[in-house]
């Protein structure tokens, strides 16, 4: 998934009027303002009850579901194999959110200030603060990319990290 790729897609979703935060990987370098290494795929958070809006734009740029894992998360493809994760946020009236996780009694917890702006190739891009990313990085064990990510909030934001 390339800058190019992730900026097509959010101009997809802006047009279509829907709420996306961009997570992951490219999350990370949307803080950082940078690409600083390549990426599989693009992490979206995008509000629950927009979920269709969200579903039938993708799908009219050629994105297709391919995993449903729900009400965690699901993944749609495009026939060039770009892939999106996406996330399904329920929003309280204070601006905080949850996402289902695998254990039901402890959904994924996203406070009002984590939902922040980053840079995409200079362009403005809604994504996950720094210290959300962190909080995303923990009770695994991490893979290089983890580390790599890790790494680039320690040198841009002094965040501490597990690893």
Request: overall charge negative.
């Amino acid at each position: 998934m390339t800058a190019d790729d992730v900026l097509s897609v959010l101009a997809v979703l802006r047009e279509a009027a829907v709420d996306v935060w961009v997570g992951g990987g490219w999350g990370v370098d949307a803080l950082v303002g940078e690409e600083t290494r390549p990426h599989r795929d693009l992490d979206l958070m995008h509000r629950k009850d927009q979920e269709q809006t969200v579903v039938a734009a993708l799908a009219g740029a050629g994105f297709a579901e391919t995993v449903d894992w729900r009400p965690v998360r699901f993944v749609v493809t495009d026939p060039h194999g770009r892939e999106i994760d996406l996330h399904p946020l329920a929003f309280a009236s204070d601006g905080s959110a949850v996402q289902a996780s695998p254990d039901p009694h402890r959904p994924f917890v996203y406070p009002a200030p984590c939902f922040v702006g980053g840079t995409i190739r200079g362009t403005a891009v809604p994504c996950l603060s720094a210290d959300q990313q962190v909080y995303f990085h923990q009770g695994y064990e991490p893979t290089d990319r983890d580390r790599h990510d890790m790494a680039q909030l320690r040198r841009v934001f002094g965040v501490a990290t597990h690893f």
